[in-house]
């Protein structure tokens, strides 16, 4: 187990290093958590013998102006000679006069113990702040709501993560992004990115006598300073490979509907947010799409692993 220890201790030395007091937004979470999990942790980047790409589109609070619009594209590969890993995250979000885009390259180094993977990773990237003042309608001299049109500006970024799986049976995650707190100076004042922190989980249940039958509960919790704590729990049942339909719940927030379909290597999903917060907002969509070109690692055996779960 000395590889777990120096592996935590990887985490939390890591995690910890740089600490310092910021105020901003909480990242923007995904209702269908469990198919991306390359957003939230590097750990998990190549763990699957294929190169895999997956998109998601959310789209929060229908018809309410200025509500968020997000969209996530990722790319990943286990390399061989490199014991592990590598692949890469752009994820472009969008509120109101607010636009934020990020770029990441991943890379996480794979460890065999016994039946399972433990992916240890690290992500670098950049983030680039944009506020268009041309959508606020403000008058008089305040500092933070004056200037030109547009500003904007990048921010260094580091994430790291855990990720320890059994294939097809269960996984475990915990994870780190925007360690360093990484701000800039736009409008008179500082926007700062705020370290925040995940914890997911699940089991693939099977039935002797329903062999095409696999039910798979999850949770994924995230943490960040200075906002709730996010829980979602979820269960999803999937028939023969090929169809599924689940529920997610977000604690005091909303109830997500999922349903999606692998076709061969394509696998596109959606899911629908009917928010149960007491403002009543509009609800949320949720469409993704991916698809993994399978690679045959050991021609000798010719074994692959499962590609289901993008």
Same mark, same amino acid.
């Given at each position: 187990?000395?590889?777990?220890?120096?592996?935590?201790?990887?985490?939390?030395?890591?995690?910890?290093?740089?600490?310092?007091?910021?105020?901003?937004?909480?990242?923007?979470?995904?209702?269908?958590?469990?198919?991306? %999990?390359?957003?939230?942790?590097?750990?998990?980047?190549?763990?699957?013998?294929?190169?895999?790409?997956?998109?998601?589109?959310?789209?929060?609070?229908?018809?309410?102006?200025?509500?968020?619009?997000?969209?996530?594209?990722?790319?990943?590969?286990?390399?061989?000679?490199?014991?592990?890993?590598?692949?890469?995250?752009? +994820?472009?979000?969008?509120?109101?006069?607010?636009?934020?885009?990020?770029?990441?390259?991943?890379?996480?180094?794979?460890?065999?113990?016994?039946?399972?993977?433990?992916?240890?990773?690290?992500?670098?990237?950049?983030?680039?702040?944009?506020?268009?003042?041309?959508?606020?309608?403000?008058?008089?001299?305040?500092?933070?709501?004056?200037?030109?049109?547009?500003?904007?500006?990048? +921010?260094?970024?580091?994430?790291?993560?855990?990720?320890?799986?059994?294939?097809?049976?269960?996984?475990?995650?915990?994870?780190?992004?925007?360690?360093?707190?990484?701000?800039?100076?736009?409008?008179?004042?500082?926007?700062?990115?705020?370290?925040?922190?995940?914890?997911?989980?699940?089991?693939?249940?099977?039935?002797?006598?329903?062999?095409?039958?696999?039910?798979?509960?999850?949770?994924?919790?995230?943490?960040?300073?200075?906002? %709730?704590?996010?829980?979602?729990?979820?269960?999803?049942?999937?028939?023969?490979?090929?169809?599924?339909?689940?529920?997610?719940?977000?604690?005091?927030?909303?109830?997500? +509907?999922?349903?999606?379909?692998?076709?061969?290597?394509?696998?596109?999903?959606?899911?629908?947010?009917?928010?149960?917060?007491?403002?009543?907002?509009?609800?949320?969509?949720?469409?993704?799409?991916?698809?993994?070109?399978?690679?045959?690692?050991?021609?000798?055996?010719?074994?692959?692993?499962?590609?289901?779960?993008?």
């Amino acid at each position: 187990m000395k590889i777990l220890k120096k592996a935590a201790a990887f985490f939390i030395i890591f995690t910890l290093i740089i600490v310092g007091d910021s105020v901003a937004q909480q990242e923007q979470t995904y209702t269908q958590y469990m198919f991306v %999990p390359l957003i939230y942790n590097p750990g998990f980047t190549g763990s699957r013998n294929a190169i895999c790409a997956t998109g998601i589109m959310k789209q929060q609070w229908v018809g309410i102006e200025g509500a968020p619009n997000t969209y996530a594209v990722s790319i990943e590969s286990p390399v061989k000679f490199l014991r592990g890993g590598i692949g890469g995250t752009i +994820i472009t979000d969008k509120i109101g006069g607010f636009n934020t885009t990020t770029v990441k390259l991943n890379y996480s180094f794979h460890k065999k113990m016994g039946d399972a993977l433990l992916g240890i990773g690290l992500g670098l990237g950049l983030v680039n702040e944009k506020l268009d003042f041309s959508l606020f309608n403000v008058k008089g001299d305040d500092p933070f709501l004056s200037g030109s049109e547009e500003e904007s500006g990048m +921010i260094f970024d580091i994430d790291a993560g855990l990720y320890f799986q059994k294939a097809d049976i269960w996984y475990v995650g915990l994870s780190s992004t925007q360690i360093n707190e990484g701000s800039m100076d736009v409008a008179g004042g500082t926007t700062s990115l705020v370290r925040s922190y995940y914890l997911t989980g699940g089991y693939h249940f099977k039935f002797e006598r329903m062999p095409k039958l696999v039910v798979s509960p999850s949770a994924f919790l995230a943490y960040t300073a200075n906002a %709730p704590l996010l829980v979602n729990v979820g269960v999803i049942g999937e028939y023969n490979k090929m169809f599924y339909v689940g529920v997610v719940y977000t604690h005091q927030n909303a109830l997500g +509907i999922l349903a999606g379909v692998n076709y061969k290597n394509i696998k596109v999903g959606y899911a629908y947010d009917i928010n149960t917060n007491p403002l009543k907002n509009g609800g949320s969509h949720e469409i993704r799409l991916g698809y993994c070109f399978k690679l045959e690692i050991d021609k000798a055996k010719r074994s692959y692993k499962n590609t289901r779960y993008l």
